[in-house]
């Protein structure tokens, strides 16, 4: 009914139990539903919070992050596939024609899964940025041929794009930013980007 009306359809809980989650995200080419999980584990029952953002402790230490991938082929009853990029930890990421795009944070790098065969996700390269930045956001451009990131800490980073190359790493070709503030997320939309 939208966007004149909405209909509650169901609440569901991933699989492993846990309800903890920082993004999901629906690949409009595939129907695929990718689920961003700070863990697969059990959450731990004391430690040191590893992000500013306390959530993030919730879901387990540093290496615990993982993404989940749903078939909508019946959107009402999202069918779970499988789990990627488990032991690395996983902030953010998007899923765009077949690509999965991932910022892993504290670990300052970047990666780009192939998940056209959903059920066996292979990493096509991961990247890194300077040691003690925060690898907060990725998106790619429509056309698949470069990426826009942003990091989070330290703070008045500028956006960066890069021109992807296959399995090589990318090349940085520009970056910027508005005023004195920290780009925090980039959405990649025709020949624009949107920030906040």
């Keep these: 009914g939208l966007p ?23 690949d409009p080419a595939t129907g695929l539903l990718y689920l961003q999980r700070y863990s697969s584990q059990p959450a731990p029952t004391a430690g040191p919070t590893f992000h500013h953002d306390p959530e993030d402790a919730l879901g387990g230490g540093p290496n615990d992050g993982s993404v989940d991938i749903y078939t909508l082929a019946d959107p009402e ?16 990421m998007t899923a765009r024609g077949g690509y999965c795009y991932v910022a892993e944070g504290t670990h300052n790098s970047y990666s780009i899964w192939d998940v056209r065969d959903p059920l066996h996700p ?5 990247w890194n940025v300077a040691s003690g930045h925060f690898a907060h956001n990725i998106w790619p451009s429509p056309d698949g041929a470069y990426v826009v990131t942003t990091e989070e800490i330290p703070e008045g980073l500028p956006a960066r794009i890069w021109q992807l190359n296959g399995a090589s790493t990318p090349t940085a070709i520009s970056q910027f930013k508005q005023g004195t503030g920290t780009p925090h997320n980039a959405i990649w939309l025709g020949n624009r980007i949107y920030f906040s």
Excluded at 122 to 126: K, S, Y
């Design 122 to 126: 292979a990493r096509v390269i991961r």
């Design 4 to 26: 004149n009306s909405v209909r509650f359809v169901r609440a569901m809980t991933p699989r492993d139990g846990r309800l903890n989650a920082h993004t999901v995200d629906i």
């Design 77 to 92: 009853n999202p069918a779970y596939l499988t789990t990627f990029n488990q032991n690395i930890y996983v902030h953010d």
